[in-house]
Structures are given as structure tokens and as C-alpha cells.
């Protein structure tokens, strides 16, 4: 069965500092996904990461996959109070007969305080 | 595109009562979701369907029920409303056949009940 942790679940940072969110998972996958969520809003899609090694950026936010470490980072440089949200990271799980699911995080509330 | 549109957005039920929540896609999407979040917790996936006329439990199944007999809508049943059911719930929708299984949630649905 395929776990995802993330770590740290709660953190408050200043601004103009850098932070890393960790995502660790139990069984091999090669599909990993991070999402935003604002307070009292929905979930919105950040990155998506394919294969190992896979690097993605938007803004101050970059995002990395290590597939034989089994573990993605979410890297936030010189943080601004707008980053302020819960961040998740799911992973695909593979099922029978070309079927997916995803498997969540528990999510990281990020506070940035100026 | 609307993308993945849920009513309502807001819903008190007394114990007891039933009521359906709405979810309609219009990406064409074979995949969708039903998840729950509890206040500051992650999600909870109740219910999915791999296509119409498919549906299958999540880890959280009890005291719902789900139809799908179009690919645009994936409406979830609340029969005999509970406190314990008071939550937001989101649907959301992937097309892993195509891709990645990246899911795009809509708004979500606050419930309370009373």
C-alpha cells in the first residue's frame, strides 16, 4: 500500500527566508503532483512530475522528484507573505487494468509572516 | 471551459435528512472524484468512477452513495445526514488515459449538519 508523508506539516517562516517541504512516499512511483490551497478556497494544480529528475519552476517555487530516493521537494526562495497556503503532494498509484489513483499528503500549512 | 462546477456551495441539513450533492465536468473527463476535508485536515477520498455505469468506494464510504451514468456527472446522495458528515466536499476530475492523472477539483461544497 502506498503512503505519503509530508514534512514538516506546519510552518511559519519569515519573509525573504528559504524553506523546503519534503514529500516522501513508500512504493515505487514516477508521478508525483503538488497543490495549493488557500484558506476556505479549492485545491489548485502546481506542478506535475514525471520522471526522475523531473524539475519544475513557477516564481519562487520550485519543485523536484527523486524517484529511487522516493522522495519530491517543493524549495520556496525568498518567501512573500502571498506563498501563505496548505501545500499537498499526492502520488499516482498504479491499479489493475491501466486504472490510477492518487494518494495524498497530509498537506503543509505554510504561514509566511513579514 | 467551466471546468468542474459543484452546487451547492453551502448546505445546512438537520439528522437525518438527505440531499444530493452536484458535480458536471466538461473536459471530458473519464475519471472523477469525490473527496471530503474535515477543518484542517487532508482529503478524504469517499467515492470514484473510471468511467459511466463504473463507480467504486474510496476510504470512506459509509453514509454515501454515488451514480454515474453520464461522463459529464458524478453526483453524490447523503441519505440519513449525520454530524459527523459536516465537511467540505470536493469533486474533481483526471483523464489519466491521455496523461498524467493531474485532477482538477471544483469549488467545493461547505456542509454542516445540525
Known amino acids: 500500500e502506498l503512503k505519503v508523508e509530508q514534512n514538516p506539516l506546519f510552518l511559519s517562516m519569515q519573509e525573504g527566508k528559504n524553506y523546503t517541504i519534503y514529500c516522501n512516499y513508500s512504493t515505487t512511483s514516477d508521478r508525483l503532483y503538488w497543490y495549493r490551497q488557500d484558506p476556505g478556497k479549492s485545491l489548485e494544480s502546481l506542478f506535475v512530475l514525471l520522471s526522475n529528475g523531473a524539475v519544475k519552476q513557477e516564481g519562487r517555487l520550485m519543485a523536484s522528484l527523486d524517484t529511487k530516493a522516493r522522495l519530491s521537494t517543493l524549495h520556496i526562495t525568498a518567501a512573500v507573505h502571498d506563498l501563505s497556503a496548505t501545500y499537498f503532494c499526492?502520488?499516482?498509484?498504479?491499479?489493475?487494468?491501466?486504472?490510477?489513483?492518487?494518494?495524498w499528503g497530509a498537506g503543509t500549512k505554510l504561514i509566511i509572516k513579514p | 471551459n467551466a471546468g468542474v462546477t459543484q452546487t451547492p456551495k453551502f448546505r445546512i441539513l438537520k439528522i437525518g435528512q438527505s440531499m444530493t450533492l452536484q458535480c458536471t465536468q466538461d473536459?471530458?473527463?473519464?475519471?472523477m472524484y469525490w473527496y471530503r476535508q474535515d477543518p484542517g485536515m487532508g482529503l478524504k477520498l469517499i467515492y470514484y468512477?473510471?468511467?459511466?455505469?463504473?463507480?467504486d468506494k474510496g476510504e470512506v464510504p459509509n453514509g454515501y452513495n454515488v451514480s454515474r451514468s453520464t461522463t459529464e456527472d458524478f453526483p453524490l446522495r447523503l441519505e440519513l445526514a449525520a454530524p459527523s458528515q459536516t465537511s467540505v466536499y470536493f469533486c474533481?476530475?483526471?483523464?489519466?488515459?491521455?496523461?498524467?492523472?493531474?485532477?482538477?477539483f471544483g469549488p467545493g461544497t461547505r456542509l454542516t449538519v445540525l
Open positions: 468512477s473510471v468511467g459511466a455505469g463504473i463507480t
Open positions: 474533481a476530475s483526471s483523464y489519466p488515459g491521455q496523461g498524467p492523472n493531474e485532477q482538477f
Open positions: 499526492a502520488v499516482d498509484q498504479y491499479l489493475m487494468d491501466s486504472n490510477y489513483q492518487l494518494i
Open positions: 473536459m471530458n473527463h473519464n475519471y
